[in-house]
Each structure stands twice: as structure tokens, then as C-alpha cells.
């Protein structure tokens, strides 16, 4: 049947499509904990692809001396991968008040670093895209959507997201505070607040919607590469742990821009999932703190692309 088949194909003149694209994926290495310094490439991620996508929480980039061992590492990826793409996750934001390294600091500094290395093929992406083989990757932080109800001026109590989240206390920025109204606010650094991610979240949602467009109209498969998970379902183990506040700390619904998506990778929740939801696949692989026993991390985790255009129609459809 197999000859048959084959012969088939021949005749009628058919071409096998083009090989995909591989990209390799990995978030939550966290180096900021390894004590004795980096260990063995291999040991965290082994190259099996020719782009390699680091999804955030890499290292605790706010605090001068972890940076080091950062810069490391991305030499090592550069020099292993043809590609490699970076993502800041909160934890690349991490500060303390006394450095108070801010959030825009540590940004031009992932651009500078990434630039500066020699082969000149590592890319910061934040809330920015590239293509490669007709795939058009987009990337971003994309911080939570935090409700008012979780807020600490509209909760009033300590059982709400902005009270609970380490990120309202040890990362820092240098806008303005959106609380003030006066011209004459000097921005200094500051913790941030609900508003400042939430309107970081609303960027990155019309980013990506725009990438989205401009994917389909150039029919290209459109990547999505993302810090924070884009759905609550399957994306944490603490989902039903009774805390309302702790799935806003991780995750937003926003299976709504599945449609213009093929593939979604995402890091942070340190639970690893491999899921269709809306003819999109959802991917995280992450490898969490050294302290911790993460199920399903893998040092090969590597997904494909099609290069050719799949309408959505030819998309396999969720089950969920």
C-alpha cells in the first residue's frame, strides 16, 4: 500500500512540503540560585534545534552581581544555536530598594548584552517580532491583567494580588506614578503598581493582535512567545488551590487571540503542558528553582513550525 502510495504521488506530481521550522524552548532556569556558579550547558539544555527561545526568568537581572552569570550563559547559547531569542520574565526585573534597578534599566541592558555578542545573533523581543522561514515570532512579557477587585485600594485587604506578588515590592520603575497628575512629578524610581502592569498588558495584547494581522495578510504562521501564560486552563497547579488572588498572579484569558496564533509558548507558572485550546497549541517547558522537582521539564524540548501557510480551517481543532 505503501509503493502504491507513493507511486501516486509521483504521478500526480506532488513535492513533499518544506521542513519546518524548529525552535528550541526553555524558561524558569533561574540561574539567580545556582550557588556554585553555571554548571554544564548540557545539564540545563542541550541543542537540538538551530533557534533556541529563552522565555524569562532566565536570571534576576535587577541586581548587578547575578548578572555575571547571565552574560554567561547567553555567550554559551550564542555560540550553540543559530538563533537564539530572549524574553525578559518578573523575575529578570527583580531588585531590591536599596539598588532599585529599574524596569526600563534592565530592558536596554538585555538589548545591549544581546547586541554586543559577537556572532550577533541573539535578540531581546519585547513586544517586538522578527521573521524566520516565512514564520513570523513575535515576543513580549506580557504582564497579567490584574482587576480592580485585586487591588489593594479596592480590595482593602492583604488577600489580593497587588499585596501578595513579590513583584510590587521588588521590581522598580522610572515613570511617572499614573496616581499623580501633576507635570511637574519627577519620575524616580518606584515599586510598581497594578497600573503600570496592567497598562504594560494592554500594549502587549494589542502587539500581539497586530502581529497577528500582519501574519495572516503576509500568510505567514504566526509564534507567539510570552513570559506569562495566556490561559488559566491547564497552566498551574495552584488553579484550584482556593486563593482567588493566585491566578491573576500567573496567567490572563486570552484565548480570544488563539485564531490569529498556530503556536503559543509560555513560561513562568513552573507547571509544564503541551495542550490545544482553539486550534492553537499552548506550550510551556520549564525548569523552575533549584530547590524545587518541576514534572516534565526537558533539556530537548524543541517544537516545529510549518513554513508553508496553514489556513485555519486545516488547524487541528481543540477538544476543550
Given at each position: ?38 554548571p554544564?550547558?548540557?545539564d ?16 534576576a ?12 550563559f ?12 530572549v ?19 534592565v ?43 485585586q ?14 506578588l ?19 512629578c ?16 494592554k ?16 500568510k505567514?504562521?504566526?509564534?507567539v512567545?510570552?513570559?506569562h ?8 497547579n ?32 513552573h507547571?509544564?503542558?503541551d ?13 523552575g ?8 521539564y ?5 517544537i516545529?513550525?510549518?513554513?508553508s ?12
Open positions: 500500500m505503501a509503493d502504491a502510495k507513493q507511486e501516486h504521488g509521483e504521478e500526480a506530481g506532488a513535492t513533499a512540503p518544506p521542513p519546518p521550522l524548529r525552535i528550541q524552548i526553555a524558561s524558569d532556569i533561574h540561574l539567580e540560585f545556582f550557588k556554585d556558579g553555571l554544564p550547558l548540557k540545563i539544555i542541550r541543542p537540538k534545534a538551530p533557534v533556541l527561545a529563552l522565555l524569562g526568568d532566565i536570571c537581572l535587577g541586581k548587578p552581581e547575578k548578572q555575571p552569570i547571565y552574560c554567561e547567553l555567550e554559551q547559547c550564542s555560540s550553540h544555536w543559530d538563533v537564539v531569542l524574553l525578559a520574565g518578573n523575575h529578570e526585573y527583580y531588585s531590591d530598594h536599596n539598588t532599585k534597578t529599574t524596569v526600563e534599566q530592558n536596554e541592558w538585555l538589548r545591549s548584552t544581546c547586541a554586543k555578542l559577537p556572532k550577533k545573533n541573539t535578540h531581546f523581543l519585547q513586544d517586538s517580532s522578527m521573521v524566520i522561514s516565512n514564520v513570523r515570532i513575535s515576543g513580549a512579557t506580557l504582564w497579567t491583567d490584574i482587576p480592580l477587585s487591588t489593594v485600594e479596592v480590595a482593602q485587604s492583604p488577600e489580593c494580588v497587588e499585596y501578595k513579590n513583584d510590587f515590592r521588588k521590581c522598580f520603575t522610572s515613570s511617572p506614578d499614573p496616581k499623580f497628575k501633576t507635570k511637574e519627577k519620575a524616580t524610581a518606584r515599586a510598581l503598581a497594578a497600573t503600570d502592569t496592567n497598562a504594560w498588558h500594549r502587549s495584547v494589542t502587539f500581539i493582535k497586530a502581529e497577528s494581522e500582519a501574519a495572516a495578510k503576509a505567514q504562521n504566526h509564534l512567545l510570552t513570559h501564560s495566556p490561559t488559566f486552563r491547564n497552566a498551574s495552584k488553579e484550584g488551590d482556593g486563593r482567588e488572588y493566585m491566578k491573576y498572579c500567573a496567567s490572563t484569558d486570552l484565548e480570544h487571540l488563539f485564531k490569529g496564533v498556530h503556536t503559543w509558548c509560555h513560561g513562568h507558572t507547571f509544564n503542558g495542550q490545544v485550546i482553539k486550534g492553537a497549541r499552548v506550550v510551556s517547558n520549564q525548569r528553582y533549584t530547590f524545587e522537582n518541576v514534572k516534565g526537558n533539556t530537548e524540548c524543541v516545529e513550525i510549518p513554513i501557510h496553514v489556513p485555519r480551517s486545516d488547524r487541528m481543532c481543540a477538544t476543550m
